[in-house]
């Protein structure tokens, strides 16, 4: 049987993803997320009496947090899969992906183990980051003069 | 490449099972169970040591022996370098055989100690297997803790070790008759999808056994495959209608039988060299012994996977191995 003809059998017996539940499970979730950001950036400047910049670093900080720890208690995983791309995409899947592969190697020392994979997800977001955020700095600079 | 063996009888077989299995419905067929994935070392890696001795202890308890009165231990994981196996087979001392067939290994195991135990080179011979599904994960997928979504034909490794003790002692099993596969490829490149990667080399195998000894599916009373999955069960079936006009009537596929499919959250089913081991030893190895079935044909499945050539884009390769196994009457 040649590779097509195979390929063919094999989406034939295959299911297919429900790609519009999960998308709509992502947009309600990840919308939640955001608007929990919101909250804590209102509620941060509010009581701290800050500038709205300041206190959407501390809603990241506050994000990132929440990520990680509720990784490390060990059900943030199951929250992930369940609203996929609405818990992957903000910076709590960031957050998820450093530590689930902190904590995979720290039986393999803080060195080789944690330090060497702690970015083994995580370097991909930081490199294609980094690299749009030039790109789209660029642009600004322009388009829109700084 | 087919053989048929006239003095080879697998005379025990023990299983030790993670906390998943255990919830399974073969849960009280197996010897021993652990309930953590740690089984009481700190890592993964030196879990899956543990079972594997646990393992080999246990065969050779059941069986009445001595790790001094085995020949040849024949033995393979999942893992790079096989390190279960190195790790565990340095406490356990007897010579080894390592070898790396993925899910396939253990049958691969049964073929090379029973080709030498056919010719009277050694007399006795264990063969064990083991995986571990938190170890496979980190080192084939993600981390264990990364919530990443999974696609439904995605399966589960197992957690687990088994052993076989074969010899020309006679007993109730005889060890009939194998073939050795070969590595196929047709081009599935999707690594979440491992029951499509083996199907072909699967059927290929049972087409191969079944001609080169001029027999009907229907021979056998039961053919088992490794670690298909629901999906690949079913491309299976259709590829062998299709490529080679034959029907499999008395087939299943451990990995469908080994979880609950509808309770636990295994996907399309088990994996991993253990998968096969479980379910044969524990459930059908009992029925063959009650006599309720006669004739089992196991075709244990592997997919040769590796992350680094995956990443290259290139596809997944894979093989099978068949080893026949009958009820007999040949104990005197």
């Known amino acids: ?146 | 490449m087919t053989f048929k063996y006239s003095n080879v009888y697998l005379n025990e077989v023990s299983t030790i099972a993670g906390p998943y299995e255990s919830k399974g419905p073969f849960g009280r067929y197996y010897d021993k169970v652990y309930n953590d994935f740690y089984c009481g070392t700190k890592t993964w890696e030196q879990a899956e040591c543990r079972m594997l001795v646990d393992s080999v202890d246990m065969v050779l308890y059941k069986a009445n022996k001595l790790r001094n009165d085995i020949d040849l231990h024949i033995s393979g994981d999942l893992l790079n370098q096989i390190v279960s196996t190195n790790y565990a087979s340095a406490s356990i001392g007897i010579p080894l055989i390592g070898i790396y067939s993925a899910c396939s290994t253990s049958v691969l195991g049964l073929i090379i100690g029973s080709n030498m135990v056919d010719k009277d080179e050694i007399r006795n011979c264990l063969i064990s297997t083991s995986s571990h599904t938190n170890g496979a994960e980190k080192q084939f997928r993600q981390p264990v803790e990364y919530g990443g979504p999974k696609r439904k034909t995605s399966t589960f490794t197992t957690t687990g070790a088994a052993s076989f003790l074969i010899s020309t002692k006679p007993s109730q099993i005889k060890v009939e008759s194998a073939t050795i596969g070969r590595v196929i490829d047709l081009g599935i490149t999707d690594s979440m999808n491992m029951g499509a990667v083996m199907a072909p080399s699967a059927a290929s195998t049972i087409y191969d056994h079944l001609t080169s000894l001029k027999r009907e599916p229907n021979y056998y009373d039961l053919i088992l495959t490794g670690d298909l999955g629901i999906y690949g069960k079913r491309i299976l079936v259709d590829y062998m209608k299709s490529e080679y006009n034959m029907e499999l009537d008395n087939y299943d596929d451990t990995a469908c039988m080994i979880y609950d499919l509808n309770h636990q959250p295994v996907f399309a089913g088990g994996s991993g060299p253990a998968c096969m081991p479980l379910v044969f030893n524990s459930y059908v190895y009992k029925k063959m012994l009650e006599g309720k079935i006669t004739r089992v044909l196991l075709v244990a499945t592997g997919a040769l996977l590796s992350p680094a050539m995956v990443n290259q884009k290139l596809s997944i390769p894979s093989i099978s191995h068949a080893i026949s196994l009958e009820v007999t009457d040949d104990i005197l």
């Open chain 1, 1 to 146: 049987m040649d590779k097509n003809k195979y390929k063919a059998l094999v989406d034939k017996h295959c299911p297919k993803e429900n790609r519009l539940y999960n998308g709509l499970i992502a947009f309600i979730v990840g919308g939640l997320v955001g608007v929990l950001g919101q909250f804590l950036v209102d509620i941060y400047s509010y009581l701290f009496s800050i500038p709205t910049k300041e206190a959407s670093t501390i809603m990241i900080i506050t994000l990132v947090f929440l990520g990680c720890f509720l990784t490390c208690l060990g059900f943030f995983d199951k929250m992930v899969s369940f609203a996929r791309c609405g818990l992957i995409i903000p910076i709590t899947g960031f957050a998820h992906s450093m530590m689930s592969a902190t904590l995979e190697y720290k039986k393999e020392g803080i060195v080789t183990g944690m330090g060497a994979n702690m970015f083994k997800l995580a370097g991909t977001v930081i490199m294609c980051g980094v690299v749009s955020a030039y790109f789209f700095g660029l642009l600004r600079y322009l388009i829109m003069g700084g």
